[in-house]
């Protein structure tokens, strides 16, 4: 009995290690006046994207223009480098002719809605617990003494910002992180961990998972425990298949015939 309560104690210690995973965006309740987010600050979008807000407009009724209050948060925080200032919202309030109030109560319920300035590049680590007991506690520290700041704060270089977040859904390839609300990387430890953030840096990091293996594809390479699941036996598929095909080539021979006596 002493010996499993060791082992189980061994066994969740990683998960001690972690911090409050709130988002930094969600602690502020309410806007803070800055020199780069106040109500003098301007913010617009570019043309390319009007043209896109065009395009998402019309999926929906025009006197439910609000209902688009969510892709054109998420646009805003691409164009403006991964967070969406108060002059942000302001012009989607007037795009969608609606109550900026509309505009804020979403932005500031979802915490994916950074409301404060990142690093060119935000750093989304997992540390729920299957990223936590494959090591994403050493990940944190190595990426926290490379970038030099605790989490939410920028680097020197304006280059990173990290975040711990909860579970992303790429457990078999933990540990895992987003970057940008864009690309997983994943299987990540000790050694891949500085590369890949110099290949962020310099373009040069590809998504996925960084020890060479394709997808979540096991260590035997094996997409299976034991062998290929049989062909149920009530179902001959190559037979179905020669039928499938030969009823094709009727059609088609058929609508052939059709335009040429047209």
């Known amino acids: 009995g002493l010996q499993m309560l060791c082992r189980f104690v061994n066994r969740i210690q990683p998960l001690c290690r972690f911090r409050s995973r709130v988002s930094f965006s969600s602690l502020i309740s309410q806007h803070q006046d800055t020199d780069d987010?106040?109500?003098?600050?301007?913010?617009?979008?570019?043309?390319?994207?009007?043209?896109?807000?065009?395009?998402?407009?019309?999926?929906?009724?025009?006197?439910?223009?609000?209902?688009?209050?969510?892709?054109?948060?998420?646009?805003?925080?691409?164009?403006?480098?991964?967070?969406?200032?108060?002059?942000?919202?302001?012009?989607?309030?007037?795009?969608?002719?609606?109550?900026?109030?509309?505009?804020?109560?979403?932005?500031?319920?979802?915490?994916?809605?950074?409301?404060?300035?990142?690093?060119?590049?935000?750093?989304?680590?997992?540390?729920?617990?299957?990223?936590?007991?494959?090591?994403?506690?050493?990940?944190?520290?190595?990426?926290?003494?490379?970038?030099?700041?605790?989490?939410?704060?920028?680097?020197k270089d304006g280059n990173f910002t990290m975040t711990e977040v909860e579970c992303l859904a790429a457990c078999v390839n933990a540990p895992m992180m987003q970057v940008n609300n864009e690309h997983f990387y994943e299987d990540l430890n000790e050694d891949n961990i500085i590369p890949l953030l110099e290949g962020l840096v310099n373009g040069t990091a590809k998504p996925g998972p960084q020890t060479g293996r394709h997808t979540c594809v096991g260590p035997l390479e094996q997409t299976n425990l034991l062998r290929q699941p049989p062909v149920p036996e009530f179902r001959d598929l190559k037979a179905i298949k020669i039928v499938l095909d030969k009823e094709n080539a009727e059609k088609a021979e058929k609508e052939k015939k059709e335009k040429l006596s047209a």
């Open 37 to 155: 987010n106040n109500p003098e600050t301007t913010f617009d979008f570019t043309d390319e994207n009007y043209e896109e807000i065009e395009k998402i407009l019309t999926k929906y009724p025009s006197n439910y223009k609000q209902s688009a209050v969510i892709p054109l948060l998420a646009m805003a925080q691409r164009q403006n480098r991964n967070w969406v200032p108060l002059a942000a919202m302001n012009r989607i309030a007037e795009v969608l002719e609606c109550n900026p109030m509309r505009v804020y109560e979403v932005a500031t319920f979802y915490t994916m809605f950074n409301r404060k300035k990142l690093g060119k590049f935000h750093l989304q680590l997992c540390t729920t617990t299957p990223c936590a007991l494959c090591g994403s506690a050493q990940i944190a520290d190595i990426i926290r003494s490379y970038i030099g700041v605790e989490d939410g704060g920028i680097s």
